[in-house]
């Protein structure tokens, strides 16, 4: 009995580490550096959306125009602000083990008034930058919010940051793996006109591991 015990916990590690190993990578260049981040097969519609267009190459040359330091910075847009190809929303894919932590990607969408399904942007998403909240801070946001944390991610808020207040509205659906320092630099540029940075930063976005 004890060798059976033994041995589905070394099958469960050897699963949940295939899991995480093949998960997607992609990597965001930057004239003021890379990020990496992995894609979440717990959200497959927003997943494949951004590989699909990340192969395509549809990223490349777009920018991260809006950034608000502190908060997040925001890219893939068309040139007119809109939804690159017009590509059509996607469904929530909410999931309570995902918050908006700092480096975590997630896909921006229209308001509520407009959407009240939540669904997300066809191509439009952003980066959480954030600040560092006290773990009785996110506890009383959590009992107005109605959002519940668990004890590890209260003290992921607590010591890396994050935006708390996000969590359960918008879909989470990656995170920076390398390259957090690069969502501060990005984050601390000028801005002007609706957040619109003063000089503008575009993207390319490959994708290194599907």
Known sequence: ???TILLFAVLLSASLTFAQ???PIVVISTIH????CKLYNETPLHRDNFLELAKAGKYDGSKFHRV???FMIQGGAAPDLGTIDGRPMIPAEFNPKFIHKKGALAAARTGDHVNPQ??????QFYIVQGQKYPVDRVTQMSERSGV???EEQKKTYAEVGGTPHLDQQYTIFGEVIEGLDVID???AVQTHNADMPVEDIIMTVSVVKQ
């Open 68 to 70: 608000i330091n502190r």
């Open 148 to 150: 519940q944390y668990t």
């Open 185 to 187: 630099k990005i984050a």
């Open 118 to 123: 939540k669904m997300s942007s066809g191509s």
């Open 21 to 23: 190993n093949s998960e």
């Open 1 to 3: 009995m004890r060798k």
């Open 33 to 36: 550096g890379d990020i990496k």
